[in-house]
């Protein structure tokens, strides 16, 4: 029997086989016994040992143990941190605020979970469309603006009592012409009262509904009796 040696793969630089790398040539890294030029996806080349080794669970593309570039699914770069969503980095993962999805420190939102809405990078808890966010972070009820059934905040009314319009100019809901019980200004009825028509966009009661052609008819057809009743009988 006969041995001979025979070569390690390539950019290894001692092996115990050719399936089995133990160092590496020069810009050759080590990763599960093989010479890989670069490591592969989810791995990082540790210095020291000029091996790959595997980033931490969270992190799918990283630098170090330490230092993440890119994320797992469910988890969010908080600096060079994979954190859970609804966490940033301070030292440890710690929580967002109230309301907060995602965030880059205690003060600075940038997407809210459901119910709330993002303004001025803070999440602000949604309002019944009956009330507005005051000033003071409160749900305020728009009865505050008189006849006003919603409103954006407590100098707009979004939708009025029945019989009103939102008078943008004076700033208040103003009251729709006689018979109109909806409008969108005192020229532009929508609905009307029983016993009223809707004209155009006008209100108006049966009689005022006829047309001058229809009152000349009618009239004429009044003349025309009568004259038959005035006519002598043989």
């Not at 029997?1 to 399936?19: D, I, K, L």
């Not at 003060?107 to 507005?132: A, D, E, F, M, Q």
């Amino acid at each position: 029997n006969t041995s001979a040696c025979v070569s390690c793969s390539p950019g290894c630089a001692s092996c115990n086989s050719t399936a089995v790398c133990i160092s590496c040539s020069a810009n050759y890294t080590l990763s599960n016994n093989i010479c890989l030029q670069g490591c592969a996806s989810g791995q990082y080349m540790n210095t020291a040992s000029k091996q790959c080794l595997k980033c931490p669970n969270e992190c799918s593309v990283c630098s170090s143990a330490t230092s993440c570039s890119s994320c797992a699914g469910g988890f969010v770069l908080s600096g060079q941190t994979c954190c859970s969503s609804g966490q940033y980095f301070l030292g440890t993962c710690v929580p967002c605020s109230g309301g907060c999805s995602q965030c880059t420190n205690k003060n600075t939102c940038s997407s809210c979970v459901n119910g709330y809405n993002l303004s001025n990078n803070t999440c602000i808890k949604k309002c019944n469309s009956t009330y507005y966010w005051n000033q003071q972070g409160l749900c305020q009820n728009c009865s505050v603006i008189p006849k006003c059934i919603e409103c954006s905040d407590n100098e707009t009314c979004t939708l009025c009592e029945n019989g009103y319009y939102w008078d943008q100019t004076n700033k208040q809901c103003s009251t729709c012409e006689p018979g109109c019980t909806n409008c969108t200004s005192d020229a532009e009825c929508l609905s009307c009262l029983q016993g009223f028509v809707l004209e155009g966009s006008i209100c108006a009661t049966p009689f005022e509904d006829y047309s001058i052609t229809k009152y000349m008819s009618y009239m004429a057809l009044i003349s025309l009796l009568l004259l038959i009743i005035q006519l002598p009988t043989t």
